[in-house]
Structure formats: C-alpha cells, structure tokens
C-alpha cells in the first residue's frame, strides 16, 4: 500500500449518491402481468443508496457530508427534514427544480424480500462541477462512499480527488452496470453483492467458495498499489472478504427478517465508518455484517439504518 490513509477521532465520511423517497406496499406477493392485487399497507419513507449510507454513518456517529441533487418538490422536503434530523452537512446539495425529486416504488413481500423500481431524476443530473464545488469535503473526509446511482463522470471526479488526498474510495457497485476501467481503477475497496460480483467478474457467483474466484478477478481490475480489496456480500451465506494477501469468510448473522430493503447500505455506511475510525478490515467488516442483519430487522430503508447500540444488540446475542 504505497499511500498513507487519514485516520480520525471524529471519522468523517464524504457520501457522493442518490436522495430518493421511497413508496413502500406490503403485498402478498407480485402481480402477475395484467392482474391488480390489494396490498396490505403504504408507506412513504426516504431512500436512495446514497442517503441510506449517508444515514447509516451518520448515526454511527461519523460526521457525514452529502453530495447530491433533489428537486423543488414536497418530496424534496421530506428529504431536506430528514438530513436535518440526522445532522448530515447538505451543503453540497442542490435543488433541481427542472427534474424532480428521485421516487423509488418497492413491494415488500411477507418473507421480507423487495422489488424495486427507481426513477433517478434529479440524482441523474449531478455533474464535475457539482463535485469540484465540494473538493474541500472529498478531501478532509477519511472515506469517500460512492454508488452507482449517479452519474459514472461525477464519480470518477470525486475518485480522483480522493487519492489525491489520502482518502479511501469505497464504492458499492449497485445497481449493476457495466464500470469503466477508469472508475473501477481509482477503488480502494469495492463492495459488490452476489449479482453485481457475477456481472462484473465474468464469474457466476453461487457460494462462498465461487465467490472467491469473482473476487480475486475484481481485483485485477480496481486500484493495485492502494488497500485493493472486494468484500462480496452473499446474504444469509455471509461475506467474503479478499484482499491481496488474504481471504476471509465472515458468517451471517441469523434475525428475524422483516425487510431486507437497505441492508446493504446499511453495511456499506457501516463499513465506511469503521475504516474512517481507523478500524482493520477483518474488523470493519464483521462490525458491518451485523448493521446489515439489524437492518433487516425494520421495515423501510432509511428506518432500518442501525444505530450503535442496535449493533451491539446484535453482537451480543451471538
């Protein structure tokens, strides 16, 4: 590792990503094409990758900047409150009257499990400058969390001020896409699940063990003289932790699921915050497998960000 990583008392964490809110059914299941079912409830709460990792730090007690972009719309002071509420430093985001506020719809069905669909929006039209504007931010904080719900230039410009400053890149690949080598090559650690780990490797992943294969191959193509590593997240079969020098599969943490919409931003805001605190990986990732398990505990996305105590919780019924 050839350059020196910031390590902070007060961990500060710079998240560049979508503010979504999202319209949340309970159903028994999905429709079938052409049919309309009765949902069992509605409900409307925020979202977006971005702001639920930004979240998820901010109430494990890092000081979080947020990056982004929401309209001039009711839905946008849904989300301005709740950045309010969590203390996140929104100076860095701007109001898109022209395109409108994200909207994410989600079926949630009794086992927890979720179909998602999003409309970006605003999210969509963050831009370089907009990044170059909070330069500042990218390069005091001790992590930068990046998604793939904005735009790929706007990222790669916030890489690039991040290893120009010592921080470290972590970017969770979702929803899969297709990465340019130009982004994938300025990560420090990346953070895909099962179907992202799949797409982007070439390799099916199906188990821990298949997944090693896709993460070795992951690493081939993110950042080589910096940390280099994949932590592939497989659910109810745990993570699995790659770096150059080693691999380590951490169990999953068994709850009663209710939900699993966020339990990966809350792993992400989870890790992210453990590193900036100065954390080693092994560690890091454990402290964030059991945010995503309480997590899934909460119904919502935003609502199920854990807090410290609630992770405690977790750990110490294992």
């Not at 590792?1 to 998240?15: A, D, E, N, S």
């Not at 999210?123 to 719900?149: C, G, K, Y």
């Given at each position: 590792?050839?350059?020196?990583?910031?390590?902070?008392?007060?961990?500060?964490?710079?998240?560049l990503g979508s503010a979504n809110v999202d319209l949340v059914i309970r159903a028994r299941r999905l429709p079938e094409k052409g049919e309309t079912l009765t949902g069992h409830s509605f409900d409307i709460f925020t979202g977006g990758k971005g702001f639920n990792q930004a979240t998820a730090a901010a109430r494990l007690g890092a000081h979080v900047t947020f990056i982004g972009r929401i309209g001039d719309d009711p839905y946008a002071e849904v989300l301005r409150s709740a950045m309010e509420v969590e203390k996140i430093d929104t100076q860095h985001v701007k109001t898109d009257a022209e395109s409108g506020t994200g909207i994410a719809t989600i079926v949630v069905q009794p086992d927890g499990d979720n179909s998602i669909i999003v409309v970006p929006r605003a999210?969509?039209?963050?831009?370089?400058?907009?990044?170059?504007?909070?330069?500042?931010?990218?390069?005091?904080?001790?992590?930068?969390?990046?998604?793939?719900?904005t735009p790929i230039d706007a990222s790669e410009r916030a890489a690039e001020i991040a290893i120009a400053n010592g921080t470290i890149v972590v970017l969770d690949p979702a929803p899969a896409r297709r990465i340019p080598s130009s982004l994938l090559s300025k990560v420090d650690i990346l953070k895909p699940n099962r179907t992202e780990a799949t797409e982007l490797s070439g390799h099916t992943v199906t188990t821990p063990e298949t997944g090693i294969t896709a993460a070795k191959a992951l690493q081939t193509q993110i950042a080589k003289d910096r940390i280099s590593a994949v932590v592939l997240t497989l659910g109810q079969q745990g993570v699995l932790l790659s770096t150059p020098t080693a691999t380590k599969h951490v169990p999953a943490i068994s709850v009663d699921v209710v939900d699993t919409t966020g339990a990966g931003d809350a792993f992400s805001g989870a890790l992210a915050t453990a590193l900036a605190k100065g954390n080693g990986l092994t560690e890091a990732v454990e402290f964030a497998t059991a945010a995503g398990a309480a997590a899934v505990t909460v119904l919502g996305a935003t609502p199920s960000m854990p807090t410290q105590q609630k992770i405690e919780e977790i750990l110490q019924k294992q």
């Open positions: 590792m050839h350059r020196k990583y910031k390590l902070m008392q007060q961990p500060k964490v710079t998240v999210n969509m039209q963050i831009t370089p400058t907009d990044i170059d504007e909070a330069e500042e931010s990218i390069a005091n904080a001790a992590v930068l969390m990046l998604q793939l719900e």
